[in-house]
């Protein structure tokens, strides 16, 4: 089992930019799916932003345009850009894991893993 960890949250204003980060530790042998998704208090999960093995990325359509997604292979590290922030990205951040690693929709039933979570909040 993989054990993941964010950081980078925080409080910015609309318009501002956050990098969060991702840390990915334990069985990092096996290939998977990385993911960001995110929930916000009184609302269902939503899938943000996926990546494959090979690096092929995709995004929600709430994010497509403002948010890239990125990972180190060699430090096993996740990364998500954020620009162009809106209020309505407030919500606390998620890194997880699941599949294997091959198609990596955004939208999953489950997953496997995922970290305590981060939160970012986007004021008017």
């Known amino acids: 089992q993989r054990h993941l960890v964010e950081s980078g949250g925080d409080s910015v204003q609309t318009g501002g930019s956050l990098r969060l980060s991702c840390v990915v530790s334990?069985?990092?042998?096996?290939?998977?799916?990385l993911h960001w998704f995110r929930q916000a208090p009184g609302k269902e999960r939503e899938g943000v932003a996926s990546?494959?093995?090979?690096?092929?990325?995709q995004y929600a359509d709430s994010v497509k345009g403002r948010f890239t997604l990125s990972k180190d292979k060699a430090k096993n590290i996740l990364y998500l850009q954020m620009d162009n922030l809106k209020p309505e990205d407030s919500a606390m951040y998620y890194c997880?894991?699941?599949?294997?690693?091959?198609?990596?929709?955004?939208?999953?039933?489950?997953?496997?893993?995922w970290g305590q979570g981060t939160q970012v909040t986007v004021s008017p």
């Open positions: 334990g069985d990092t042998s096996r290939p998977s799916c």
């Open positions: 990546i494959s093995e090979r690096g092929f990325t």
């Open positions: 997880a894991e699941e599949g294997l690693g091959t198609w990596c929709p955004v939208v999953v039933a489950t997953y496997n893993s």
